[in-house]
């Protein structure tokens, strides 16, 4: 089987409200699950594993935008400030899984979005772009859940699958067991072929490939 890529795209709230420890534990998190994407990548040898990292605030921006190779990505912090415009990032993903640039065959993008809070622009018109893409319908797609203030119902329209559940992170303990599983299950279930292995082919809607873990937390002291 020719090697195909695997495009997974960080999705992360970096508005205000992520000042402190959960932007320093969001970003150790990402950082100590690295190791592990590359892991699965190797087990992988089918898929070729490209990351990149859109961050939303005041504004939505790309922190890593050119697709670079598992092997070969490292870790840059991002950094808090202002409001929380999701829609603006959700268009800038619809952008990329057009195709062109997005390849006729390839396997399903992944999209992991993290969020501690509520969107404060027209989000819904964001899902609908990436909605509007053939490979945005076929994306696998993870959300996580940071702290009591998140606001679930939005996390659960951008899954776009009534048999999955946004992940809750609650500690510094669950953010960090969420993101170190939603870069390796979501990246194996990603990695099994799209029907017929073109994006004009099979059904418009993912089936429920993966399922999110219960996550244990003992951190009785440190709860969001």
Same mark, same amino acid.
């Given at each position: 089987?020719?090697?195909?890529?695997?495009?997974?795209?960080?999705?992360?709230?970096?508005?205000?409200?992520?000042?402190?420890?959960?932007? $320093? =534990?969001?970003?150790?998190?990402?950082?100590?699950?690295i190791p592990e994407m590359q892991?699965?990548?190797?087990?992988?040898?089918?898929? =070729?594993?490209?990351?990149?990292?859109?961050?939303?605030?005041?504004?939505?921006?790309?922190?890593?935008?050119?697709?670079?190779?598992?092997?070969?990505?490292?870790?840059?912090?991002?950094?808090?400030?202002?409001?929380?415009?999701?829609?603006?990032?959700?268009?800038?993903?619809?952008?990329?899984?057009?195709?062109?640039?997005?390849?006729?065959? *390839?396997?399903?993008?992944?999209?992991?979005?993290?969020?501690?809070?509520?969107?404060?622009?027209?989000?819904?018109?964001?899902?609908?772009?990436?909605?509007?893409?053939?490979? $945005?319908?076929?994306?696998?797609?993870?959300?996580?859940?940071?702290?009591?203030?998140?606001?679930?119902?939005?996390? =659960?329209?951008?899954?776009?699958?009534?048999?999955?559940?946004?992940?809750?992170?609650?500690?510094?303990? =669950?953010?960090? *067991? *969420?993101?170190?599983?939603?870069?390796?299950?979501?990246?194996?279930?990603?990695?099994?072929?799209? *029907? $017929?292995?073109?994006?004009?082919?099979?059904?418009?809607?993912?089936?429920?490939?993966?399922?999110?873990?219960?996550?244990?937390?003992?951190?009785?002291?440190?709860?969001?």
């Amino acid at each position: 089987m020719a090697n195909r890529p695997v495009h997974f795209i960080w999705l992360l709230d970096t508005s205000y409200s992520m000042l402190g420890e959960k932007i $320093g =534990q969001l970003n150790y998190a990402i950082r100590e699950a690295i190791p592990e994407m590359q892991s699965v990548a190797r087990d992988n040898p089918a898929a =070729q594993l490209l990351l990149r990292t859109i961050t939303f605030s005041t504004t939505a921006r790309w922190h890593h935008k050119d697709p670079v190779e598992v092997d070969s990505f490292t870790w840059q912090d991002v950094a808090p400030d202002g409001t929380t415009n999701l829609g603006e990032a959700l268009h800038l993903v619809a952008g990329e899984l057009r195709t062109p640039p997005m390849p006729e065959r *390839a396997l399903k993008p992944v999209i992991a979005l993290v969020s501690d809070g509520a969107p404060t622009d027209d989000w819904r018109a964001g899902l609908r772009a990436i909605e509007a893409t053939p490979w $945005g319908r076929k994306a696998v797609r993870v959300a996580i859940a940071i702290g009591a203030d998140a606001d679930r119902g939005v996390l =659960q329209e951008f899954l776009a699958n009534p048999e999955l559940r946004p992940l809750d992170a609650n500690s510094p303990k =669950q953010l960090a *067991a *969420a993101i170190r599983w939603a870069s390796t299950a979501a990246v194996k279930a990603a990695s099994q072929p799209v *029907a $017929g292995g073109h994006v004009g082919d099979g059904p418009t809607k993912p089936a429920a490939p993966y399922a999110p873990p219960v996550l244990a937390d003992d951190d009785e002291d440190d709860v969001w």
